[in-house]
């Protein structure tokens, strides 16, 4: 306790030291704050991403956080003496173009204790290429931030033991998993800041979709609008002189693909909501794929009194007989208090190619779940385009009212949902789409949703009076 509250007090001194002093001192303070840098510092996850477009804020935010971490003030973390962390460019002239100039704007020149240059003079700074800042911890000791570039090969990433790296624009994969290996011994922390300008890479698969399920993995997208010290004339022209595909990457920091995503209406920040417990008459019916190489998937769907549908807990897992899935669904199926038939069965749709025997067994996929206390019924409507259609109405009625949810929990739909992609010819990847495949079959048994009806005012309704009253007149005269 002692160490905490001497931890706060020397922060608290270094923020009265450089109040008013450099740039630092006014970052995210005042009447403007930038929310998602914000939340980019007080996220504690070991694995951190920023996906913006140009001037969303992004670089500015990994600056500081480097910045915080080597000084030993940052605000929202426990702080440390003698910190060693790497800033990582694509080549050595973009690093002093842009991420050596932006830490050079968050040091005060009496923080840096010496500089190691790779190239030019160390009263010019700004002119040459640094390979490492010595700068004073605020409980006594030298931090050392060092500068690599993407260009000099995996070999120059090796050997050293760090407490974080900040990639600033995605780096090749055998750098990143290098750099993932030199924070290991301190569990240290890797940040990144970048624009996805080269399509669905790997950070696209491992952050975005986060496809390993990593606990440690965070994102958020910065655009425009996310920068309050953007201005808004600056930004309308800007926005004018892009093409609508670039706009996606430079102005809101999407991914693309050479296709179309097949659900761009899916929004985590909309979809995606925290669990809760599902009231027993909200219950409806389990939705499976079923799979034995392929993951079997299969999802828990409730429905609120309003129409909402909500997928609340998953099962998702390959090279498994039927009798194992069938032992998972209970076990989730208890859990949950989720109710059964008369029998005590639990009631599932499933793919209607469940009815077909194989020569491994004499039974089908549904008589198998059916001996197992699991009731499948194959009876579901599998047109594709219809299929599809159906989950945009959910997923966006009227742009604002969404009728579809996702618990966070499940991870493997809320993937799929993003990951679903348009291939030659106007069909969608077959790849990865098993929970979208049970969620169409579990929608297409459900109607369609209804439009909100949007209520007029007294004043528009006057409005459209007096429109009909003057063409009526014109039609008159």
Same mark, same amino acid.
């Given at each position: ?29 005042? +009447? ?69 100039? !932006? ?8 923080w840096i204790e010496d500089v190691t240059m790779l190239s030019g003079k160390k009263d010019s700074l700004r002119y040459g290429v640094i390979d490492q800042i ?50 290991? +011994? !301190? ?29 440690e993995v965070w994102y958020e997208f910065m655009e425009w609008g996310d920068n309050p010290f953007l201005d808004a004339e600056e930004v309308k022209e800007l ?5 609508? +595909? ?104 499933? +793919? ?26 194959? !009876? ?5 385009f219809s299929g599809i259609q159906r989950v945009k109405q959910y997923l966006n009625v009227n742009s604002s009212h969404p009728k579809l949810y996702v618990f ?70």
């Amino acid at each position: 306790m002692q160490n905490v509250i001497s931890q706060i007090k020397k922060i608290e001194e270094e923020l009265q030291k450089r109040k008013g002093k450099n740039k630092l001192a006014t970052y995210n303070v005042g +009447d403007k704050i930038h929310e998602k840098q914000v939340a980019f510092h007080k996220c504690t996850k070991k694995n951190r991403w920023v996906f913006g477009g140009n001037r969303s804020g992004k670089t500015e935010c990994g600056a500081v956080e480097a910045v915080y971490l080597a000084r030993g003030i940052h605000p929202y973390k426990q702080n440390k003496n003698n910190v060693f962390g790497w800033v990582v460019s694509l080549s050595q002239q973009v690093q002093r173009d842009v991420a050596q100039a !932006k830490i050079l704007d968050y040091l005060c020149p009496s923080w840096i204790e010496d500089v190691t240059m790779l190239s030019g003079k160390k009263d010019s700074l700004r002119y040459g290429v640094i390979d490492q800042i010595r700068i004073k911890n605020v409980f006594g000791g030298t931090s050392i931030i060092g500068f690599k570039s993407c260009d000099q090969g995996r070999e120059k990433f090796q050997g050293s033991s760090l407490d974080f790296v900040w990639f600033d624009e995605e780096p090749p994969k055998d750098v990143y998993d290098e750099c993932r290996m030199r924070v290991l +011994d !301190k569990r240290g922390e890797i940040f990144g800041t970048m624009t996805p300008l080269k399509g669905l890479t790997f950070i696209y698969d491992e952050i975005y979709l986060n496809s390993l399920n990593s606990k440690e993995v965070w994102y958020e997208f910065m655009e425009w609008g996310d920068n309050p010290f953007l201005d808004a004339e600056e930004v309308k022209e800007l926005s004018a002189s892009l093409s609508q +595909d670039q706009l996606e990457s430079r102005k809101y920091g999407r991914f693309k693909s050479g296709t179309g995503l097949v659900y761009p209406e899916f929004d985590e920040n909309v979809h995606v909501i925290e669990p809760f417990e599902v009231p027993l008459d909200w219950q409806d019916v389990l939705s499976i794929d079923p799979g034995l190489n392929n993951p079997l998937s299969a999802h828990w769907y409730a429905v609120d009194f309003d129409g909402n549908v909500y997928a609340v807990a998953e099962h998702y897992e390959a090279g498994k007989d039927i009798l194992y899935h069938s032992e998972k669904i209970k076990e989730i199926s208890k859990r949950l208090n989720w109710h059964t038939d008369g029998q005590g069965r639990i009631q599932a749709l499933i +793919d209607s190619a469940a009815n077909q025997r194989t020569l491994a067994s004499n039974k089908s996929v549904t008589e198998l779940f059916y001996d197992y206390g699991i009731l499948a019924n194959p !009876k579901v409507n599998k047109d594709l385009f219809s299929g599809i259609q159906r989950v945009k109405q959910y997923l966006n009625v009227n742009s604002s009212h969404p009728k579809l949810y996702v618990f966070k929990s499940c991870v493997n739909l809320i993937r799929e949902l993003k990951s679903y992609w348009w291939g030659d010819g106007d069909t969608p990847k077959k790849y990865d789409d098993h929970c979208l495949d049970e969620l169409r079959y579990y929608l297409m048994n459900k109607p369609s949703p209804k439009k909100v009806k949007q209520v007029k005012t007294q004043i528009q309704l006057d409005k459209e009076r007096r429109i009909r009253n003057i063409k009526n007149a014109r039609k008159n005269y």
